[in-house]
Structure formats: structure tokens, C-alpha cells
């Protein structure tokens, strides 16, 4: 059965840095387009960051030269390199495979003083 876990999500003071990763069983991720969304309490999912297959990356602007998605294809794990969070970046981070249709439990990421 296919599952996608993330990991590294946390309470974090606004400046900190966290790394999200979306571990991957009973399925290689190298060939596919991976993203991480986010959904804050009250709001809708949100897409932050893609990265295709040639790791090729797109960001949402609120994140851009903030965040970093990659992808260790050894490890059969994406990442989400997250620097100089906000208060305004808590919310549970999903990782998604949209070409399959499959979504990771999420991780709750928590920025606050």
C-alpha cells in the first residue's frame, strides 16, 4: 500500500527554520511531480512549493527565497527546507503526488513567541 509520511513539522519561534520530509513507501518518487501544501486553521488548502522530476521547483511568492523543496531520490524522500518562518506560515504541511491522487497525513508546523 502506498503511503506518504511526513516528518520534521514542530513549534518554532518567527526566524527559526525547520525541514519537512515526506518519506515514500511501496512507490518510487523520482518519476513523479512532488509538492508540499498547507492548511491553516479556518483557510483552504494551500500549494507552496512543486518540484518536477528534472527538479525543476515553483513557490507560492509568500515563501519564495524562503523556503526550498527537494528531493533525495536515493532516499525516496522530498523535502521542505523552511528558513525564516512567520507566525503566518503555521499550519499542517501536506505532502502530495497529484499525478496518483495521493496525499501524506500531514505535519503541524507551529510558528510562534
Known amino acids: 500500500q502506498v503511503q506518504l509520511v511526513e516528518s520534521g513539522g514542530g513549534l518554532v519561534q518567527p526566524g527559526g527554520s525547520l525541514r519537512l520530509s515526506c518519506a515514500a513507501s511501496?512507490?518510487?518518487?523520482?518519476?513523479?511531480?512532488m509538492a508540499w501544501y498547507r492548511q491553516a486553521p479556518g483557510n483552504q488548502r494551500e500549494l507552496v512549493a512543486t518540484?518536477?522530476?528534472?527538479?525543476?521547483?515553483i513557490y507560492r511568492d509568500s515563501v519564495k527565497e524562503r523556503f526550498t523543496i527537494s528531493r533525495d531520490n536515493a532516499k525516496n524522500t522530498v523535502y521542505l527546507q523552511m528558513n525564516n518562518l512567520k507566525p503566518e506560515d503555521t499550519a499542517v504541511y501536506y505532502c502530495?503526488?497529484?499525478?496518483?491522487?495521493?496525499w501524506g497525513k500531514g505535519t503541524l508546523v507551529t510558528v510562534s513567541s
Open positions: 502530495n503526488l497529484a499525478q496518483l491522487g495521493y
Open positions: 518540484i518536477t522530476k528534472d527538479a525543476f521547483t
Open positions: 511501496e512507490i518510487t518518487l523520482s518519476i513523479y511531480i
